[in-house]
Nanobody
Framework: QVQLVESGGGSVQAGGSLRLSCAAS????????MAWFRQAPGKEREGVAI????????FYADSVKGRFTISRDRAKNMLYLQLENLNPEDTAMYYC????????????????????WGQGTLVTVSS
């Protein structure tokens, strides 16, 4: 089993920044992907950024490309998401997720392909 715990959410004004953290524990060695998803009120869950743990490849949703940066501290078993130039449309609950199997390229942003989830951290951006 893998446990994921997010932190770092908060309330900021448009144009502001936040850094989200995800602490992974448990049986983390077999993990192949870690990711950040978000879900805004009344909207479907959306994949935001993906980190392929084996090769280090990184993928971003078009909506956040150039503003968000995903990174990893392997030694600390931490995953981060730096959020820059936030706008009200970024308001959502942000979730850390992980998968321990190989995913197809067109399945990286599909939430049901990830077996481990954190409890989420709320980001609120005001205009």
């Amino acid at each position: 089993q893998v446990q994921l715990v997010e932190s770092g959410g908060g309330s900021v004004q448009a144009g502001g920044s936040l850094r989200l953290s995800c602490a992974a524990s448990g049986h983390t060695n077999p993990l192949s992907y870690m990711a950040w998803f978000r879900q805004a009120p009344g909207k479907e869950r959306e994949g935001v950024a993906i980190f392929a743990l084996r090769g280090g490849d990184i993928f971003y949703a078009d909506s956040v490309k150039g503003r968000f940066t995903i990174s990893r501290d392997r030694a600390k078993n931490m995953l981060y998401l730096q959020l820059e130039n936030l706008n009200p449309e970024d308001t959502a609950m942000y979730y850390c997720a992980a998968a321990d199997w190989r995913l197809p390229r067109d399945g990286l942003f599909t939430g049901r392909n990830y077996g481990y989830w954190g409890q989420g951290t709320l980001v609120t951006v005001s205009s």
